[in-house]
């Protein structure tokens, strides 16, 4: 495991700091993901972390590129069995990541897009990302990767769809973020395999797909989420439900 250092702390200090088996930094690496699953293979502990300073292959959900320069919080997290569906954790961790960021800004400002993102006024703040492994029928590890604009530099041409969380706190440091929402996410794992009422109704109050018209993966107007973690989709032809993809606006 690498041992550099995020905002002036050393790995060591920050598997420490959070209560964690393992903590590697690592100055740049193709993707935190793929990092985590090398260590699942090679046994590597639940609760083992990976962070990087740069990402150079980063990715979201159906093959997508994640821009992951310096200054954003690009992190990866081992879960080991029993743990919840892909997409139940997907949304839970959502959840807990928009109660930091409102936490920070003081303000209920954080929404939630099914099936993995966090937005600020619109613009996308952090993906989440998590993948599963099976040997046959039991599952072996799931690699949990959160991207979070924080103090990075956001392209140009994506300044209408993406934002960076110092636009709204110019203070804004990783480390601020990372302390209270690795902690956070370790609980996580243990949670039922289906989301709660309690949860269901946080996230409606934080949807903001919800009401808009979709045109794919199904065409309709999204409404909401079941506790199975699928979109509820209204439709021409009845009530849909979407399992997994990528939601694009009509």
Same mark, same amino acid.
């Given at each position: 495991?690498?041992?550099?250092?995020?905002?002036?702390?050393?790995?060591?200090?920050?598997?420490?700091r959070?209560? *964690?088996?393992?903590?590697?930094? +690592?100055?740049?690496?193709?993707?935190?993901?793929?990092?985590?699953?090398?260590?699942?293979?090679?046994?590597a502990?639940?609760?083992?972390?990976?962070?990087?300073?740069?990402?150079?292959?980063?990715?979201?959900?159906?093959?997508?590129? /994640?821009?992951?320069?310096?200054?954003?919080?690009w992190?990866g997290?081992?879960?080991?069995?029993? +743990? !919840?569906?892909?997409g139940?954790?997907?949304? %839970?961790?959502? &959840?807990?990541?928009?109660d930091?960021?409102?936490?920070?800004?003081?303000?209920?400002?954080?929404?939630?897009k /099914? $099936?993995?993102?966090v937005?600020?006024?619109?613009?996308?703040?952090?993906?989440?990302?998590?993948?599963a492994? /099976?040997q046959?029928?039991? $599952?072996? /590890? &799931?690699?949990?990767?959160?991207?979070?604009? *924080?103090?990075?530099?956001?392209?140009?041409?994506?300044?209408?769809?993406?934002?960076? @969380?110092?636009? +709204?706190?110019?203070?804004?440091? %990783?480390?601020?973020? &990372?302390d209270?929402l690795? !902690?956070?996410? @370790?609980?996580?794992?243990?949670?039922?395999? %289906?989301?709660t009422e +309690?949860?269901c =109704?946080?996230?409606?109050?934080?949807?903001?797909?919800?009401?808009?018209?979709?045109?794919?993966? @199904? =065409?309709?107007? =999204?409404?909401?989420?079941?506790?199975?973690?699928?979109? @509820?989709?209204?439709?021409d032809?009845? =009530?849909?439900?979407?399992?997994?993809?990528h939601v694009? &606006?009509?």
């Open positions: 495991m690498a041992r550099l250092a995020i905002d002036g702390i050393a790995a060591a200090a920050l598997a420490r959070w209560g *964690v088996p393992q903590c590697g930094v +690592f100055r740049t690496h193709a993707s935190t993901l793929d990092a985590i699953h090398e260590l699942g293979a090679r046994g502990p639940a609760g083992s972390v990976v962070l990087a300073e740069e990402q150079t292959a980063g990715r979201g959900r159906d093959g997508r590129t /994640w821009h992951s320069p310096i200054g954003g919080a992190l997290i081992l879960v080991r069995p029993p +743990f !919840p569906d892909a139940v954790l997907s949304l %839970r961790a959502g &959840l807990v990541l928009a930091v960021i409102d936490d920070m800004l003081g303000a209920a400002r954080a929404q939630l /099914w $099936p993995n993102d937005l600020l006024d619109g613009r996308k703040l952090a993906g989440i990302l998590c993948e492994r /099976w046959g029928e039991a $599952p072996q /590890w &799931l690699a949990m990767g959160i991207g979070i604009n *924080v103090a990075n530099a956001i392209p140009a041409e994506l300044g209408d769809r993406a934002v960076a @969380l110092s636009e +709204f706190r110019t203070d804004a440091r %990783r480390i601020d973020v &990372l209270v690795v !902690p956070a996410l @370790l609980r996580l794992t243990t949670h039922d395999a %289906r989301l +309690f949860e =109704a946080a996230f409606a109050r934080r949807d903001w797909l919800r009401g808009r018209h979709i045109r794919r993966p @199904l =065409a309709g107007r =999204a409404a909401g989420i079941r506790p199975d973690g699928a979109l @509820l989709v209204d439709t032809a009845g =009530a849909g439900v979407v399992r997994e993809g694009e &606006l009509s």
